[in-house]
């Protein structure tokens, strides 16, 4: 049957699972409507706010009834910020909902009728608040100094006081440096105007109570000597001070090469696995260490190495996946292709006494040629959201590794992924993570082994 559909009309539906991106599924004549901040099992009104061919997106008018899952959210702007996407949602219903996700992906990308129990319970989190070691916020100035969030899908900005998923110590630094920029007169960005001097801000705090801050600005500001001079002698937890000049309003959280060094140490130390990390600015290190803790865990079990095996860690970033394997196989080659994080991987290694790790600066292709003679046994994978893609599968198809662990934070690249990997190899397990809580992001392990 077909059915013309209009913004602004009126529906009523049941709720029938959780997509990829937090928000309920409805179906209304076979046509699927999203709508945020509902969940399965309930029956809603909704309005339609946009009309696509295949799809149709609505806003939640009435819950007419209730998921006995539904739980009140303890953020207060939860519904306008659009950060966490399942504060709703009870937590052992999220991370059902989170392995139901890698299925349902699977099902969607792989074309193959895979057994569900290939896709294991999902690792929950034992801290579900106060968990980000990173917050890279915008600025913004109507009076005085405010942080907050752009709304899901727009530019609008959401002021906040504090984030509860953020480590309180992020927080407290970052309201500090709000008082003190109100005192000295330093603006953040002026969204009426297209004026200011702080774009954002960049706050990374370690497990060791070190914390690290970057100042993202329009123009240099006379007074943000005087801002760090006070703000450090203030709170001794603040080693190191770095500030970012950008010709045009760009992205939160950008670094280009004007990083400079304003105070303190170049790099901030962190420990994670038993194993120290030193981290610059720009260095990607995961937000949540417990959790991440258990995500290299699971890819050092998958993996189960043997003291004759040589290893990749490909996109090794700092690599801290060679921390966790390096003494449990022979030899292990991190590829990184960014120069900086090459430079904090090597001196972590060194301080660790880790001395069977090459890092190799390189992207994925000229470093596999340069150990064309070595055999490798196990290639270790942890991406982007972008997923490996084609190119770097045909590599890997063409060395055919033992094995292959892949670590991913992206359901859909990986199901992606998985489907062109699966003609030489066998998937044996997928595990998921819980490395985000409140969020509808999915991180997962998963194993492959050489058919």
Do not use: W
């Not at 990184?336 to 001395?355: F, Y």
């Not at 033992?402 to 003609?423: E, R, V, W």
């Amino acid at each position: 049957m077909n059915q013309s559909f209009e913004v602004g009309q009126r529906l009523n539906i049941d709720i029938k699972k959780i997509g990829i991106n937090g928000e309920g599924i409805g179906y209304y004549n076979k046509m699927a409507i999203f709508v945020d901040h509902v969940l399965p099992e309930e029956n809603v009104d909704v309005e339609l706010v946009e009309v696509y061919d295949k799809r149709l997106v609505a806003k939640v008018v009435d819950i007419k009834t209730k998921s006995p899952h539904r739980v009140e959210p303890f953020c207060p702007i939860f519904r306008e910020c659009g950060g966490c996407q399942l504060q709703h949602l009870a937590s052992d219903e999220v991370a059902k909902t989170k392995r139901d996700i890698i299925l349902e992906a699977l099902k969607r990308y792989t074309h193959r009728n895979l057994p569900s129990n290939i896709v294991k319970d999902t690792i929950s989190a034992d801290i579900e608040r106060d968990y980000r070691y990173k917050a890279s916020l915008p600025v913004r100035f109507n009076g005085k100094n405010h942080v907050g969030m752009f709304k899901a899908n727009s530019r609008k900005f959401v002021q906040m006081d504090a984030c509860p998923i953020q480590h309180p110590l992020v927080n407290e630094i970052i309201g500090e440096i709000l008082h003190l920029m109100n005192i000295y007169k330093i603006k953040g960005y002026d969204d009426k105007y297209k004026s200011g001097d702080v774009s954002s801000l960049v706050v990374r705090v370690s497990s060791l109570d070190e914390v690290q801050v970057t100042f993202v600005m329009l123009r240099h500001h006379k007074k943000l000597g005087a801002l760090v001079e006070e703000i450090t002698e203030k709170d001794p937890r603040i080693k190191s001070v770095f500030r970012v000049l950008e010709k045009k309003h760009q992205n939160v959280g950008f670094f280009n090469k004007s990083l400079t060094k304003l105070y303190g140490k170049d790099m901030i130390d962190e420990e994670l696995g038993g194993y120290q990390f030193q981290l610059k600015p720009e260095a990607f290190f995961q937000l949540n260490p417990p959790q991440a803790n258990k995500f290299y865990q699971e890819m050092v079990r998958l993996a189960d190495l043997k003291k004759y095996h040589v290893a990749i860690d490909a996109f090794a970033g700092t690599a801290p996946v060679s921390h966790y394997i390096a003494d449990k196989c022979s030899k292990v080659y991190a590829i990184e292709i960014d120069k900086e994080a090459c430079d904090s991987a090597r001196v972590s290694l060194k301080k660790n006494g880790i001395d069977n790790v090459t890092v190799l600066n390189s992207d994925f292709k000229r470093a596999l040629s340069g150990l064309k003679k070595k055999k490798i046994d196990v290639m270790f994978f942890d991406p982007p959201r972008t997923g490996l893609g084609k190119p770097t599968i045909d590599l890997i198809l063409e060395n055919l590794p033992k094995k292959i662990i892949y670590g991913s934070c992206n359901p859909s690249t990986l199901a992606k992924d998985l489907n062109l990997l699966m003609k030489s190899y066998q998937l044996v397990e997928t595990v998921p993570l819980d490395m985000f809580p409140q969020t509808s992001l999915v991180e997962s392990v998963s194993l492959l082994t050489l058919k």
